[in-house]
């Protein structure tokens, strides 16, 4: 099943628990507007090189639409479709003033050099300038771009509209980027495993740990982790994976990581096969790398406690169903990765008053929501007798519902 297939199964189900309206189900359903653009540029050997940008647009009941633009060869409008939704419900769960849109360019971003991927950004923005803005649309970083493209994001839409901080977030700090969003979306999931934890009468400290995926979520939730006592005993990412059932030093293995490009070659722990990740034995999983990496074909091999999904839509339906069968426990994505997106609200609000918050500050707000967010979530399973996933879908689905009612959607 694939990722938008994935998502509008949880929405309508979460839909029929609620009781929502046939046709007020099917407006949250269908996007408020999609955007499929050509962007062309002159490599640096002379020859033109034309790829296909997407921006989909999904609900703006609860305020300006949010969400990342991806560089990745696998970019479709499927995936970019089902990103945004999942964005619409996890800025409704998060209680931040949003609604939900994604974008991407299909490209493959290593193969290209700097100055290609900044003449790739500009011409993209271009062509989507007039149909994003602070109170429109607001991009973000994602997987395959960084502060360094919001800058880029930002210069080029300052060009028409004057200079407009608010209009993207995960921006460098010297240009009015938040302190704190670098790992925000890590230190989200540090949290969210903190709520969950505790409703179990357990902490951090002491559990045993697996992370798929060393990015910028994953190495900081391994870093943070640790830092709260877990032990984190096996990696991967791109390049390959390591296990150390004493618990790796995460500190050396991010020194070797950015040194290397990646984990393969690390002497700190065993080299094993990336495909076995997923199923070692640990308490708590946590998945942050791409979709559908826990399906049906390896549910029944993992033998975590908890999984913890910092990565956008990890686990195919079939799988949750074979999970929840043998007690184990998900926290979806739409509650543990909103870390990033809070933040990014935060950076928002800082632009727009013209103040900037000092990172303390940051991580405690962020500590609130992501606790709250819990709370709310878990309410909601009370109510409705369902799983934690569909407890947060239900609360997604329903505050946008309500805010579309309110503003009046069949006038």
């Given at each position: 099943?694939?990722?938008?297939?994935?998502?509008?199964?949880?929405f309508?189900?979460?839909?029929?628990?609620?009781?929502?309206?046939?046709?007020?189900?099917?407006?949250?359903?269908?996007?408020?507007?999609?955007?499929?653009?050509?962007?062309?540029?002159?490599?640096?050997?002379?020859?033109?090189a034309?790829?296909?940008?997407?921006?989909?647009?999904?609900?703006?009941?609860?305020?300006?639409?949010?969400?990342?633009?991806?560089?990745?060869?696998?970019?479709?409008?499927?995936?970019?479709?089902?990103?945004?939704?999942?964005?619409?419900?996890?800025?409704?769960?998060?209680?931040?003033?949003?609604g939900?849109?994604?974008?991407?360019?299909?490209?493959?971003?290593?193969?290209?050099?700097i100055?290609?991927?900044?003449r790739?950004?500009?011409?993209?923005?271009?062509?989507?300038?007039?149909?994003?803005?602070?109170?429109?649309?607001?991009?973000?970083p994602?997987?395959?771009?960084?502060?360094?493209?919001m800058?880029?994001?930002?210069?080029?839409?300052?060009?028409?509209?004057?200079?407009?901080?608010?209009?993207v977030?995960?921006?460098?700090?010297d240009?009015?980027?938040?302190?704190?969003?670098?790992?925000?979306?890590?230190?989200?999931?540090?949290?969210?495993?903190?709520?969950?934890?505790?409703?179990?009468?357990?902490?951090?400290a002491?559990?045993?740990?697996?992370?798929q995926?060393?990015?910028?979520?994953?190495?900081?939730?391994?870093?943070?982790?640790?830092?709260?006592?877990?032990?984190v005993?096996?990696?991967?990412?791109?390049?390959?994976?390591?296990k150390?059932?004493?618990?790796?030093?995460?500190?050396?293995?991010?020194?070797?990581?950015?040194?290397?490009?990646?984990?393969?070659?690390?002497?700190?722990?065993?080299?094993?096969?990336p495909?076995?990740?997923?199923?070692e034995?640990?308490?708590?999983?946590?998945?942050?790398?791409?979709?559908?990496?826990?399906?049906?074909?390896?549910?029944?091999?993992?033998?975590?406690?908890?999984?913890?999904?910092?990565?956008?839509?990890?686990?195919?339906?079939?799988?949750?169903?074979?999970?929840?069968?043998?007690?184990?426990?998900i926290?979806?994505?739409?509650?543990?990765n909103?870390?990033?997106?809070?933040?990014?609200?935060?950076?928002?609000?800082?632009?727009?008053?013209?103040?900037?918050?000092?990172?303390?500050?940051?991580?405690?707000?962020l500590?609130?929501?992501?606790?709250?967010?819990?709370?709310?979530?878990?309410?909601?399973c009370?109510?409705h007798?369902?799983?934690?996933r569909?407890?947060?879908?239900?609360?997604?689905?329903?505050?946008?519902?309500?805010?579309?009612?309110?503003?009046?959607?069949?006038?």
């Amino acid at each position: 099943m694939n990722a938008l297939a994935a998502t509008s199964r949880n929405f309508k189900q979460a839909a029929k628990l609620l009781g929502l309206d046939s046709k007020l189900e099917k407006s949250l359903l269908i996007p408020f507007r999609e955007i499929k653009v050509e962007c062309t540029i002159p490599k640096d050997d002379g020859t033109l090189a034309s790829y296909v940008g997407f921006r989909v647009q999904h609900d703006n009941a609860r305020g300006p639409m949010k969400g990342g633009i991806r560089y990745h060869h696998e970019v479709d409008p499927d995936e970019v479709n089902a990103l945004a939704q999942l964005m619409t419900w996890k800025t409704a769960v998060a209680n931040i003033p949003y609604g939900g849109a994604k974008g991407g360019i299909g490209c493959s971003p290593g193969e290209l050099s700097i100055s290609e991927l900044e003449r790739l950004t500009r011409v993209f923005t271009q062509k989507i300038h007039d149909l994003i803005g602070i109170h429109t649309d607001v991009p973000a970083p994602d997987m395959g771009t960084n502060s360094q493209t919001m800058a880029w994001i930002l210069d080029e839409y300052s060009k028409f509209h004057g200079y407009s901080p608010a209009v993207v977030t995960g921006k460098p700090v010297d240009l009015g980027g938040s302190l704190g969003r670098d790992a925000a979306t890590g230190r989200g999931v540090l949290f969210a495993t903190e709520a969950l934890l505790a409703e179990h009468g357990k902490s951090i400290a002491g559990q045993r740990f697996v992370i798929q995926g060393f990015g910028n979520v994953g190495s900081w939730a391994a870093q943070l982790i640790t830092e709260a006592g877990g032990k984190v005993i096996a990696i991967s990412d791109v390049t390959g994976a390591v296990k150390n059932s004493n618990g790796l030093d995460i500190p050396k293995l991010m020194k070797h990581s950015a040194e290397n490009r990646g984990i393969k070659g690390f002497d700190g722990g065993d080299a094993i096969d990336p495909r076995s990740l997923l199923t070692e034995e640990c308490d708590v999983l946590i998945p942050a790398a791409l979709g559908g990496v826990i399906n049906k074909d390896n549910a029944n091999d993992i033998k975590a406690k908890y999984i913890i999904e910092a990565a956008n839509h990890p686990t195919d339906p079939e799988a949750d169903e074979i999970l929840s069968k043998k007690g184990v426990l998900i926290l979806p994505d739409i509650l543990a990765n909103s870390g990033g997106v809070t933040v990014s609200y935060f950076e928002w609000v800082q632009n727009i008053q013209g103040f900037m918050w000092d990172e303390e500050k940051v991580n405690s707000e962020l500590r609130t929501y992501m606790q709250r967010g819990f709370r709310d979530v878990k309410e909601m399973c009370r109510s409705h007798h369902c799983d934690l996933r569909m407890g947060a879908f239900t609360l997604g689905v329903n505050r946008v519902a309500r805010a579309t009612v309110l503003r009046g959607w069949e006038s």
